[in-house]
């Protein structure tokens, strides 16, 4: 989960009093979080870029604070303060207004239809007249940080950028252009570079290097411009220098684009709710009319209430407590869930505020209920109904087999559920469209590109990494694998596999053999065709020629069995022959 750091001295001043740290402590635990360190900048930069880099630093006292993952707006100081706050009934929680200019020119954002190759979407908004002091300047710049990586997913979903209104000119161009054609000067840079030029700059840069990637092969380039054609950004990687902004900065103009239109506007929500608090209208943010390619228009942010209606009874049973409506009710608005009770106390009309993304279903609204209310407050009580746990047959056969298997001398090994498509394809000497295999959309390395297939090529990898070890090396696996089928709504299903594998200076078919033979004797199965299992005579290019039989049960296939194809053993960077088998043991259940 996301932590944030907050100075102590700041946190205690926006709260209105001061805490010791286990009162503090306590108080985050009340609210759901956890106080995960104290520490402080100097501590907190000499852990992270060693001593050198932390002289000069303060020795201000930091607060680290743990906080759930789907609460963006707890990700900043105001956030935090502010739900702190109204938990503690100090405050009524504010309400959000997006609302147009006083003299009507509101500001246009058009989006050209070249951003679609790229990143499609994009919102705007204006925090007119707002104050920057040094700290809720930093802390609006970190929390633009935390929604890149968080809901942001590093920026792959959502960027946004930040200018002063008042060095540029709308309206506001959204556009993707060959990356040649774009040249500007980026932030704290001297002078201009081309995209292509800045793909090289920022190439060795700690921080940017690893935007890099989101856009670097695409054809198009994403980039914002305003009236003069003046560069505010080039999302995902930097902005402008021209429209940077400062302390003195007043008026803040807010581009958020993304290849997720909820994210984009969720993002942006949060942005602007917490931080116009510093606004001269506090909590009133200027909207900004979008354009899309397709002419339509939308106004943006949305900062859009809805409500929720949930029976008492239901709250009630959910948390094992018995309060009355309006009880209920107090205790949600606590959690920044404005509630009030309706249809004769039966009923509870809770209002969700735009800065409350994570609230999805009913049970949402129930755990906030169980929070306010207090988790050390709910009483222990034994459940009306019985219930009995037990280990699903599956497991339970899969434990039974690797003891035995251990036991006629195999060892177990354990290998990662996702590999390279290379594994399933190429080493094994199979076409990669024939495999059904689930693809990772976004890998991050090369060697965790699909969901494995067959559990061959980890058990061979294993004996590769441990090839020196004295000879025959005999090693199992019982695990699952994952193949794309129509059959299951989720597009893939699991299948409990059992491979062998026998290395020495001979195959040891007869060892490999023995081992299946043992097997189904362990499991009951006869040697028969009618309604046992055998083997029959199958050609396959993982196997050498002539040495290789499908496992049948009951006349069906379940696997495979033979001595493995030369090249096969070689791409695995092995020397000596290998035998191997492979079957599911899901029939014998």
Known sequence: MPTIAVPRDLLFEALGRTYTDEEFEELCFDYGLELDEITSEK???SKEQGAEKAEGASDVVIYKVEVPANRYD??????????LLVFLQKIDHPRYVATPPADGNMERLVIMPATAQVRPFAVGAVLRDI??????????????????HNIGRRRALVSM???????????????????????????????????????ELYSKDSHLRHYLPIIRDKPVYPILYDRNNVVLSMPPIINGDH???????????????????????????????TFSQYCSKPFQIESVEVTRPDGSK???????????????????????????????AKLLTRMCLNSEVVEGNKQLRVEVPPTRADVIHACDVIEDVAVAYGFNNLVERIPHTNT????????????????????????????FALCSSEDISDKLRKDMSTTKAVTISNPKTLDFQVARTCLLPGVLKTISNNRKMPLPIKAFEISDIVVQTKERDVGAQNHRHFCAVHYNKSPGFEVIHGLLDRTMQLLEVPFSKEDGYHLQAVEDATYFPG???????KGQSIGRIGVLHPEVVTKFELTNPCAALEITIEPFL
């Open 161 to 199: 950028g930040t200018h002063d209104l008042d060095t540029i000119q709308g309206p506001f161009r959204y556009d993707a252009e060959p990356p040649e054609k774009i040249k500007f000067r980026p932030l704290n840079q001297t002078k201009e570079y081309t995209a292509v030029e800045q793909m």
């Open 74 to 83: 707890l990700l900043c100081l105001e956030g935090l303060v502010r739900a």
């Open 131 to 148: 104050t920057f002091t040094p700290e809720n300047y930093k802390s609006f710049i970190d929390l633009q940080d935390k929604l890149h």
């Open 388 to 415: 009995i746990g037990d280990q699903l047959p599956i497991n339970k056969l899969t434990d039974l087999l690797r003891q035995e298997m251990a036991s006629a001398g195999f060892t177990e090994v354990l290998t």
């Open 547 to 553: 040495r290789c039989a499908d496992v049948c049960f």
């Open 298 to 328: 939308m106004i943006t942010p949305t900062l859009e209430y809805r409500h929720e209606q949930l029976p008492v009874d239901l709250v009630n049973s959910r948390i094992g407590i018995n309060e009355n409506a309006d009880a209920l």
């Open 243 to 273: 429209t940077k902004i400062t302390l003195e900065t007043k008026n803040v103009f807010i581009d958020i684009t993304g290849t997720d239109l909820n994210k984009v506007q969720t993002s942006l929500d949060i942005l602007v709710s």
């Open 43 to 45: 501590a907190m930069i």
